[in-house]
Nanobody, 120 residues
């Protein structure tokens, strides 16, 4: 059974940092990454990382967010710096086979989400 379990969300002040973690079980060497969804908005891609550790980011995340992974631990991380109020959202970890992601950004598995709230 495949599970993606996120952790690390919470309340942070503007300009602060958070590190989200996603523990995967039942799969290995998938492309993985993060989406986010703010209230009333569509889910949007934050970024993804290949099974070889090469990340790609949405424009909104470039320069502030870093995605990394530890294949030995089957973990993926999202380091978020210089957080803004508009980064407030539920953040979802995902996993996809390489072919599904490269061809059509099709997600195979989702985590349950973790809430990030940026507020003073």
């Amino acid at each position: 059974q495949v599970q993606l379990v996120e952790s690390g969300g919470g309340l942070v002040q503007p300009g602060g940092s958070l590190r989200l973690s996603c523990a995967a079980s039942g799969i290995s060497m998938y492309f993985m990454g993060w989406f986010r969804q703010a209230p009333g908005k569509q889910r949007e891609l934050v970024g993804a990382i290949t099974n070889g550790g090469i990340p790609n980011y949405a424009d909104s995340a470039k320069g502030r967010f870093t995605i990394s992974r530890d294949n030995a631990k089957n973990m993926v991380y999202l380091q978020m710096n210089s957080l803004k109020v508009e980064d407030t959202a539920a953040y979802f970890c995902f996993a996809a086979t390489a072919s599904h992601w490269v061809v059509g950004k099709r997600v195979d598995y989702w985590g349950q989400g973790t809430q990030v709230t940026v507020s003073s």
